[in-house]
């Protein structure tokens, strides 16, 4: 590609946000590197895109370029049709489900495809988006193109014909010749647009802390040049919860509903076990019977609190095989009786993997069906606002609570931090034997990030067991 032509990937920048597209095409060097976790998106995806072009037939072409002076555009996918005629093809790793409106950026990311081909003297005959099927199940030997389903986009190109071009234009202008844009800056990255924060000092504390407040709120202050949680004056337009963070913070208090959390805590029945699953997602199934980005359960962590007082148990298990999940969901029963309450944080998910594991081993299904009728989401004395610290920045994940509650547990030594890194690792060691992720290596850190998370709900079930008494 010559430099200084737009691409697709600039173009779907600009649409993102135009001010931080100009940011970053002025200060390359503050671009944000690839890590990790990224890594796991960008690899799901080209996987998907390899497997799809391998079941098309010999007529359809891979990795076409497009390029006129001004824009350049690589297409998954073309066939051509003779005399410079051409159907186009987007291959995204995303499902596809009857009835459910096509995303907005896939539709605009074809048309910038269909504009830069007829520019380049190209008559595209029709224009195609290929996504993961909603139904497909794989059963374990060859996929097939059951796989994905191909979706006519011809009528949703034309409706924004024109617009595509005008926004190219502008696009082009910014990159090529650095015009900063003139509309009115209102992206839906709000505070973590790099742009913004370029131009901005945010205090620890500010409007884009406050939860679940929409663009048009945050906006409306950031115009009135309201960036900090200490200059917010308009309090009519934050919810009965934004309003407790907000009023927390200016308190410099915690919010405690003593009361709430006595009843909820006395709702337990021991044993308890505290349970935390991690999962991989790949975009094309690689066990029988599992649909396009449909979670695996390849590890779990529990610690065990038999009786009050009693000394902390621990179990785990992580699969080195990802054919082998049955061992998961045995070694599973082995570690968890028929009675007390299966403490999880966010514990929707936990129940999802388990109706997960029920739906490939049904022989299991009145056990794992036992456990969801079981589970206690921890989360909720967070979610639920009984207890509020402004310190969880309007947040109630672990990884906010836990550094507040108790600092002493961190996640920072560790090497790896989060659940999608985890998965990324476990995908490089165990799933594409990539000798640069040691799988020995890989296991060690893994357990011990299962292992903290659970270990992190044990305390705070403590800590708010310490509080009551207290």
């Excluded at 992580?318 to 998961?328: C, E, I, R």
């Excluded at 290596?441 to 067991?465: G, N, P, S």
């Amino acid at each position: 590609m010559k430099n200084g032509l737009l691409s697709k990937s600039n173009f779907l920048s600009y649409l993102e946000c135009p001010y931080q597209f100009y940011y970053f095409c002025t200060n390359p060097d503050q671009r944000p590197a690839t890590s990790e976790s990224d890594l796991l998106t960008i690899e799901n995806g080209m996987h998907f895109q390899d497997v799809v072009n391998s079941l098309l037939d010999d007529s359809y072409k891979s990795e076409q370029v497009f390029e006129t002076e001004e824009y350049y555009s690589r297409t998954d996918c073309v066939r051509y049709l003779g005399n410079k005629q051409v159907e186009l093809y987007e291959i995204k790793s995303s499902k596809y489900k009857e009835g459910v409106k096509i995303d907005s950026k896939y539709i605009f990311d074809l048309a910038f495809q269909k504009m830069v081909a007829e520019e380049a003297g190209y008559t595209i005959v029709s224009a195609f988006l290929i996504l993961a099927s909603d139904t497909y199940r794989y059963d374990g030997e060859m996929h097939t193109s059951a796989l994905f389903e191909i979706v006519n986009l011809d009528d949703d190109l034309k409706d924004i014909e024109e617009e595509i071009k005008v926004l190219a234009e502008q696009a082009y202008l910014i990159k090529s010749k650095a015009i900063k844009p003139q509309e009115k800056h209102q992206c839906s990255l709000k505070h973590k647009c790099a742009y913004l924060s370029s131009i901005v000092e945010w205090p620890e504390y500010h409007i884009g802390t406050i939860p679940y407040l929409n663009g048009d709120k945050f906006w409306n202050q950031f115009d009135k040049e309201i960036i900090g949680l200490d200059e917010l004056i308009d309090l009519g337009i934050l919810s009965s919860n934004q309003m407790k963070y907000y009023e927390a913070y200016t308190n410099k208090e915690k919010q405690i509903d003593l009361k709430e959390i006595e009843n909820l805590l006395k709702t337990l029945h021991f044993p308890l076990y505290f349970l935390d699953y991690e999962t991989y997602a790949p975009s094309v199934p690689i066990i029988q019977s599992y649909s396009p980005h449909e979670k695996i359960p390849f590890q779990y962590s529990l610690h065990i609190l038999e009786k009050p007082g009693e000394q902390l148990g621990h179990e785990a298990f992580l699969l080195d095989d990802a054919s082998q999940q049955l061992q998961l969901v045995k070694k599973l029963k082995q570690d968890i009786g028929d009675k007390g309450h299966v403490i999880a944080w966010n514990a929707g998910f936990e129940a999802r993997c388990n109706n997960t594991l029920a739906d490939k081993f049904p022989e299991y299904s009145a056990f794992l069906a036992g456990i969801n009728n079981r589970l206690f989401d921890l989360e909720d004395f967070f979610s639920k606002k009984y207890y509020l610290d402004y310190r969880f920045k309007g947040k109630s994940s672990l990884k906010y609570v836990l550094p507040v509650l108790l600092p002493e547990l961190s996640y920072d030594a560790l090497d790896i931090g989060n659940g999608q890194l985890a998965s990324y690792r476990w995908k490089k060691a165990f799933v594409d034997q990539d000798a640069e992720y040691p799988k020995d290596q890989i296991k060690k850190h893994l357990l011990e990030y299962c292992k903290l998370d659970t270990l992190a709900m044990v305390e705070i079930y403590k800590y708010l067991l310490n509080l009551i008494r207290a």
